[in-house]
T-cell receptor, first 114, second 110 residues
Framework: EAQVTQNPRYLITVTGKKLTVTCSQN?????MSWYRQDPGLGLRQIYY???????DKGDVPEGYKVSRKEKRNFPLILESPSPNQTSLYFC?????????????FGPGTRLLVL | DAKTTQPNSMESNEEEPVHLPCNHS???????IHWYRQLPSQGPEYVIH???SNVNNRMASLAIAEDRKSSTLILHRATLRDAAVYYC???????????FGGGTRLMVKP
């Protein structure tokens, strides 16, 4: 089944403790991205990747890192999480970079930073 | 990016058609109009997209005004499973980011 998977689905952590949220897609998509969703602010893009080893900042990149060493994986790294990073995170992928491409979203990771 | 205006919420009865409007008066000539929806506790899901002509797929129909300043997503027979937030998103050829506004929360009554 074609899908985007994220792990973990739920995570509670403390300020400053490094964490990684994994994202994987099995559709051989070139483009992948991360969004966060907050009440009243909608979904905002954090980082994106057009292909392996090519990443760039989205609208809200501060406090996050990403890497794209393999086509299927695009982990989101929080080196020193803070409470303002408490949010619902979505990974997405699409076949390539372009305005007509459909994006496929993962099920979301709910993060609480204490 | 073009700005969009959608009703905050709409209600429908099950089995009846639903017309979800979207105004995007600042859309450029090359912007595609995409619709996504987000069911409760799930990630956004693609519904349909178009440029100028009306479009149909198994989920919905998209009617685009001749001047392209507005569009309407049509669900032909709403089901309880269609209760979701629906987002209208103009997209440029310049990039792949989806800019989500507030969307329309559709409630379906049995």
């Amino acid at each position: 089944e074609a899908q985007v998977t994220q792990n973990p689905r739920y995570l509670i952590t403390v300020t400053g403790k490094k964490l990684t949220v994994t994202c994987s897609q099995n559709m051989n998509h070139e483009y992948m991205s991360w969004y966060r969703q907050d009440p009243g602010l909608g979904l905002r893009q954090i980082y994106y990747s057009m292909n392996v080893e090519v990443t760039d900042k989205g609208d809200v990149p501060e406090g996050y890192k990403v890497s794209r060493k393999e086509k299927r994986n695009f982990p989101l790294i929080l080196e020193s999480p803070s409470p303002n990073q408490t949010s619902l995170y979505f990974c997405a992928s699409s076949p390539s970079w372009g305005a007509v491409e459909t994006q496929y979203f993962g099920p979301g990771t709910r993060l609480l930073v204490l | 990016d073009a700005k969009t205006t959608q009703p905050n919420s709409m209600e429908s009865n099950e089995e009846e058609p639903v017309h979800l409007p979207c105004n995007h008066s600042t859309i450029s000539g090359t912007d595609y109009i995409h619709w996504y929806r987000q069911l409760p506790s799930q990630g956004p899901e693609y519904v349909i997209h178009g440029l100028t002509s009306n479009v149909n797929n198994r989920m919905a129909s998209l009617a685009i005004a001749e001047d392209r300043k507005s569009s309407t997503l049509i669900l032909h027979r709403a089901t309880l499973r269609d209760a979701a937030v629906y987002y209208c998103i103009p997209r440029t050829n310049a990039g792949n980011m989806l800019t989500f506004g507030g969307g329309t929360r559709l409630m379906v009554k049995p």
